[in-house]
Nanobody, 124 residues
């Protein structure tokens, strides 16, 4: 069993930056592909970014490309999401997730383990 705990969310103004972290415990973090998803009130949970187990492949949603950087430190069992130039439409609960099927890395259904989420609120 893999446990994931996100942190780093908060209330910021448009244009500010935030760095989210996701610390994993339990099974081998380094063997899992990792993703960030977000869910705004009344909306479906949507893909934000993903990174393969060794960091060799990285993926971004078009809505965040150029403003967000995903990274991982397997020695620290930690996943990161650096978010810059935040916009009000980035307001959501952000979740990290772990899974093993690279072919479906952008699909939330692929992921086996989820964190509890961290709230990001961007004011205009």
């Amino acid at each position: 069993q893999l446990q994931l705990v996100e942190s780093g969310g908060g209330l910021v103004q448009a244009g500010d930056s935030l760095r989210l972290s996701c610390v994993a415990s339990g099974l081998a973090f380094s063997t899992y592909h990792m993703g960030w998803f977000r869910q705004a009130p009344g909306k479906e949970r949507e893909f934000v970014s993903a990174i393969t187990w060794n960091g060799g492949n990285i993926y971004y949603a078009d809505s965040v490309k150029g403003r967000v950087t995903i990274s991982r430190d397997n020695a620290k069992n930690t996943l990161y999401l650096q978010m810059n130039s935040l916009k009000p439409e980035d307001t959501a609960v952000y979740y990290c997730a772990a899974g093993r099927n690279i072919a479906r890395i952008k699909e939330k259904e692929m992921y086996n383990y989820w964190g509890q989420g961290t709230q990001v609120t961007v004011s205009s």
